[in-house]
């Protein structure tokens, strides 16, 4: 399976009356809750497609560092390839990195904040968690109920 995840939002509250934590590291502490739901995902099936705005700050390896010290223990990792430039919903990017991949409904799991994910087709959007932003990814019922409909 594919998991496409973003950051701020999911693993990392965006609420902008909330001081966002750092870790020694120089980026983002990661919600444990968050972490936890994610880890409870059948880990050696699943690749995590980086698809978070922030996905141009680091190098592969480095995210992979960064996933690892956080506790979120999968093991394949990659990150949607885009021109940094150019700038599009984050709905375009996933349905074009989708589209150039091949991947069907039943290979795709997306968790994310953005609304504009709403405007998936039916089918992928029914494999997206929206999050609330403020919160984050806290709850693993929604992606039980997702992963249910295999």
Do not use: C
Request: aromatic fraction near 10%; charged fraction near 30%.
């Amino acid at each position: 399976m594919k998991l496409f995840l973003d950051i701020d939002g999911v693993l990392v509250h965006a609420n902008p009356m909330r001081k966002v934590e750092f870790d020694d590291d120089g980026f983002y502490k990661f919600n444990s809750k968050a972490v936890a739901v994610l880890n409870e995902l059948s880990v050696e099936n699943i690749e995590i497609i980086l698809s978070s705005s922030h996905r141009h700050r680091f190098t592969l390896a480095k995210w992979k560092i960064i996933f690892k010290r956080r506790g979120v223990h999968f093991n394949k990792f990659s990150i949607i390839k885009s021109d940094i430039s150019y700038r599009s919903s984050r709905r375009s990017e996933i349905e074009n990195w989708i589209k150039l991949k091949k991947y069907k409904p039943s290979e795709v799991l997306i968790i994310d904040d953005d609304k504009s994910l709403n405007g998936l087709e039916i089918d992928f959007k029914n494999r997206l968690i929206l999050t609330n932003p403020y919160i984050g990814l806290n709850d693993d019922l929604e992606i039980k109920k997702v992963l249910q409909k295999l």
